[in-house]
Structures are given as C-alpha cells and as structure tokens.
C-alpha cells in the first residue's frame, strides 16, 4: 500500500464567493406565483380553456361564412353537421357563429364589469380603509345602504329606466357591484397602514394618494386579482339572466342568455339547442371559479418558498 505523504494534498484555501452564494436563485412574487399556477393543473387547464374561448370568441365569426344574422328557411331546425357544426336555430342561422359571438358580449360584460367594480371598489375601499373616522364611517354608511338593496333588483330597475344593451348593461351592474370589493379591501387596508412602510411614507412627506395607490394597493394586488376572477362568472351569469328574462341584449344581437333564451323552446324537439349555450355557460362559469381557487393558493404569502 502506498505511503499517503503531505504533497498529495492540495490546499485549497476559502472560496469566499462559494460560501455567499445562494444554492436556490431568488425569486421575484410574481414569479412564483405564476410557478405555482403552473404546477397546479387545474388551475392552469382552466386558464387555457379561459384563453381558448376568448380566442375562439375573437376569429370564429370571423373566419366563418355564415353571419350570425343571416336567416334561411331551407336551413331551419338542422341538427350539428359537418355544415353546421353546432346546428341552427328555429330561423335557420349558424348557432356555431351565433355562440361564439354570443361569448364576445357574454365575455365582454363579465370582464369588463368586474374589472370596474374591482377598480371602484379598491379605490372607495383604499380611501376607507387608509383615513378611517368620518371618512370610512360615510362610505361604510353608504355601502351599507346598497348592501341592503339587492343588487339584482336594482339592475332591473336600472334597464327599465336606461335601456338595453351592452354599455348599459355594464352600467347597471356597476351601480352596486363594487361594494363587495370596497368591504374586501378596506378590510385588507386597515391591516397595512400600521405597516413600517406606510409610516417610512409618511415621514418623508409621501402624499396620502400615492401611498394608497403605489404602496398599499400594490400589497394586496393578489387578493383583489382574486376577489376579481371569482366575480367575473357571477358577471357572466347576471347578463345571461337578465338576457333570457328580455331585459338584456336584444336581437338579432346574441348573447348566451339570448341563445339559452332562444333555444328553452325548443328543448323537447331540438335539445342542442338550449345545451350549446348552457355548456358554454356551464364550463366558462367552472373554469373561471377553478382558477380563481388557484390564483388564491398562489398569492397565499403563506405558502411562499414551501413548494
């Protein structure tokens, strides 16, 4: 056996950039948030199910021959087909156009309206929650006054009065929709504006504005994106509610409530009719509560750097 002598070792020394380096690279909230939406399945599948309506809503029509207006009496009633892939309706027109049109209004008034809604309420609720005393005593008043009111009602009774149509319907479910989200946070406020960085804010002189719109919101963006993307199916369901009561969009334009609508007469004879429409519905209103429940888990702070 040879003889283990000192010129067989080397000293190497301390490698000081090894011994600061770190073994996991940082990274940023947003990052790992979208990290974690990937890695839950369910959540991912919807936001591409998501993506693909909204895709299918935007070229459909518009790489079709048939217009959704366009009404043929030698078509009338026919089931799918390679023609006709979702069938036609009593008059003869292209449910697959009219379906996929109808989700560019149903999609439109669901997003745009709970985007508004999150934008006023975060904002009322940022006001709220940020000065407090009179204040956040008046708009908690007023807030508790429309919560008294169901929100339902009030959009009737604003369409009768205003008229129907998309930018009203938007309209009329904005009158109420944002206290739900002004309570959320205000809620969320009133936790971080004893925070050391609103009080560092302060000292230097920050106005009172630009600390609730470039400091505090930002800190609970996560939840209000949240809060936003579990409103957008109750959205979706109110215009396709108002829709097939007569109040919402008139025809010829169309909407899934319209199509539902349109199609509830002719359940015994043509089902297809009313089930396109409900499966839309059915499927966007799922898809849109299961990555709500994944944006929830992913903004969680509390399950950062656990995964």
């Known amino acids: 056996m040879a003889e283990i002598t000192r010129e067989r070792f080397k000293v190497v020394g301390k490698n000081t950039k090894s011994m600061e380096s770190i073994s996991r690279p940082n990274i940023g909230y947003w990052q790992d948030a979208w990290r974690r939406i990937r890695k839950n399945k369910i959540a991912f599948f919807s936001l591409c199910l998501i993506s693909l309506y909204i895709l299918v809503a935007i070229f459909a029509p518009m790489l079709s021959q048939y217009d959704y207006a366009a009404q ?23 449910l697959w156009v009219r379906a996929w049109m109808g989700a560019r209004v149903s999609l439109t008034i669901g997003f745009a309206a709970s985007m508004i809604n999150a934008f006023i309420g975060s904002i009322m609720g940022g006001i709220s929650g940020f000065y407090g005393g009179r204040v956040d005593m008046l708009i908690q008043r007023i807030v508790d006054v429309l919560y008294g009111i169901p929100s339902m009602i009030v959009t009737i009774l604003l369409m009768v ?12 479910m904005c009158i109420v929709g944002w206290i739900g989200s002004c309570r959320f946070v205000r ?35 996560g939840l209000i994106i949240t809060n936003l993307t579990m409103a957008i199916p109750g959205a979706i369901f109110q215009e396709a509610f108002l829709s097939y009561i007569g109040l919402g969009i008139k025809p010829p334009g169309c909407s899934w409530g319209v199509l539902a609508k349109e199609g509830i007469a002719q359940l015994r004879i043509n089902p297809y009719q009313v089930v396109v429409p409900a499966a839309l519905i059915c499927t966007t209103m799922l898809a849109l509560n299961l990555l709500g429940d994944g944006l929830r888990d992913a903004f969680d702070p509390k399950l950062r750097g656990t995964e």
């Open 72 to 94: 043929s009496v030698e078509k009338m009633n026919t089931p799918p087909s390679s023609e006709h892939w979702f069938g036609t309706d009593s008059l003869g027109r292209d």
């Open 161 to 172: 009065v205003i008229g129907n149509g998309v930018h009203c319907l938007i309209i009329a």
């Open 187 to 221: 809620g969320e406020v009133l936790k971080l504006r004893e925070s050391d960085f609103v009080a560092a804010a302060r000292i230097l002189g920050v106005p009172d504005m630009v600390i609730i719109v470039k400091h505090i919101l930002p800190n609970v963006m």
